[in-house]
């Protein structure tokens, strides 16, 4: 038995088109409705033929849906919910896929007061945006996280996670408040500083822009990667969990401190200690089908 | 014709087995004798085969070559070369592959004074060590700086030149002062940012490993990759590329503290400006064949 049998999918990025191809491919008797407020974005999911239907208006999507997978910035979800309040059906279920929790429940419950709320997210994305760059497999063997709020109830949170399960997701359950205190250091910090050391690399004097770039295969471009994420998104990220990712950047901040003191004062023991430490996360990554096994994630050589 | 016949490699971890397999595979009349300080590794190499002649002693290995490249820990540089400098032929050329490249020719002028010595580093390199993880397309399409130094003559400095074409990667002449501050940037300082942010990860009180482990798809996955390099051969370089390093921490230091600053009073337009300028560089860096253009560098989905 399929969790849903009408899901309709609001912002249809690299995130929700991916969504609507995975439902195709692996619930295909699932009616899959779009929207984007881009209508240029509509244009090409038309053109791409992943929707069963791609609604011009929130409204007018959501209207028959038993699911709503709210896919945009999570800084415009509370928004976006207004938007289409009124024509949600009372036993549809709403979901979305944001990388912070706690806001998104706080922003849902204000908007749909008296809805049926399961926030979610598959820990799961490329650095590409847009709807060209979604496909059907990203979410197997991820993880999704769902993260019941005060507006979940527990037939509609087992639905959820069985919808991601449909989709090759592993599904865990988890406080909003210890959701965005793990993201933030194993997804929120790491997008920082990535962002953070490419700006200051092309804005050096000394160094020119076309040497970051020729030499960069010394390490340089694996931040660049990250760094390719989509602006709007991560802006939103940043403010939503604000408390979390100040926290982590402080403890972050003390650590490279420790480490810059152990370079001036030649202290090479401190330096080979930390070196040997980190290997040993790596390896447990591996061993748990979380990344490639391959030298350099698989890259072409 | 071939720019040398007779090629010693110390040091036979992940750069000098792939020098040794790349020379086998593109220079195939050449001869190549390979040396490692220990002797658990010569086993490996002589039943890996790819060197014609395993030298038990570093003096023996050197005695008959026209080149001898060091591949060890650039710590230990000088030292290696002390040990074979009177069995060094008088028209060998020595070369290295060393990540810092001023220390390493005051190493090499003071352990071997009166030889030719030209410096050179290869910018590629996988987060894999030892002789097994070496191939021989490591180098294909990646820039090779060579980086005369007093004891470098234009002829010499040719040759290890035609050396690396033949081994299929770019060659580019560098003072040896701006190559260490290049590095630094797109070398260096990525390798410590991600060896601190692995550090704190795994330091952390209310976050669990298991939890870092299993949602390191949200980007942290990315810098355990690279914090899985070497840590005696990356002690080694941050001792000695000490200065441009901790110049270029500053400034990385400068940039995030002020993005802190940014999160912290919600100035979203800082943030969105700064995540959009970054994009231009991933641009450049995949136009350039610099790295891999599929989407998170060709992972298995």
């Keep these: ?63 028959d849906a038993d699911l709503v997978i709210l896919c945009v910035p999570v800084g415009v979800i509370g928004e976006v919910a207004r938007e289409f309040a009124a024509d949600l059906p009372a036993d549809a279920i709403v979901s979305d896929v944001g990388s912070s929790k706690a806001g998104v429940a706080a922003a849902l419950a204000e908007a749909l007061p008296g809805a049926t709320v399961v926030p979610a997210h598959p820990v799961a994305g490329t650095e590409n945006s847009g709807p060209e760059a979604g496909f059907a497999s990203l979410f197997h063997d991820r993880w999704c996280i769902v993260t019941p709020s005060e507006q979940s109830t527990p037939i509609a949170v087992t639905r959820v996670s069985s919808f991601w399960e449909k989709l090759g997701a592993k599904v865990e359950i988890m406080e909003p408040k210890h959701h965005d205190l793990v993201l933030a250091i194993t997804s929120h910090l790491p997008h920082l500083i990535a962002y953070t ?18 030499y960069s295969a010394g390490g340089f471009r694996d931040f660049t990667r990250i760094a390719a994420s989509d602006p709007t998104m991560w802006r939103d990220v940043f403010l939503a969990n604000k408390d979390a990712v100040l926290e982590m950047l402080q403890r972050f901040s003390e650590d490279l ?45």
Tied chains: 1, 2.
């Design 1 to 63: 038995m399929l969790p849903f049998a009408r899901i309709t999918v609001v912002g249809l990025g690299l995130i929700g088109s991916s969504i609507a191809r995975a439902v195709r491919e692996y619930m295909p008797t699932a009616r899959v409705t779009g929207h984007d407020a881009d209508p240029d974005v509509r244009a090409r999911v038309v053109a791409l033929g992943f929707c069963h239907d791609v609604a011009d208006s929130v409204g007018t999507a959501v209207t």
């Design 197 to 214: 050391i490419v700006g200051t690399a092309s804005d050096l004097e000394d160094v020119t822009r076309s040497e970051v770039i020729k």
């Design 257 to 301: 401190t420790a480490l810059q003191r152990a370079i001036r004062w030649g202290d090479g023991d401190a330096l080979f200690e930390l070196f040997t430490k980190t290997r040993a996360i790596r390896r447990s990554i591996i061993e748990q089908g979380q990344d490639d096994a391959r030298p350099d994630f698989g890259r072409a050589h």
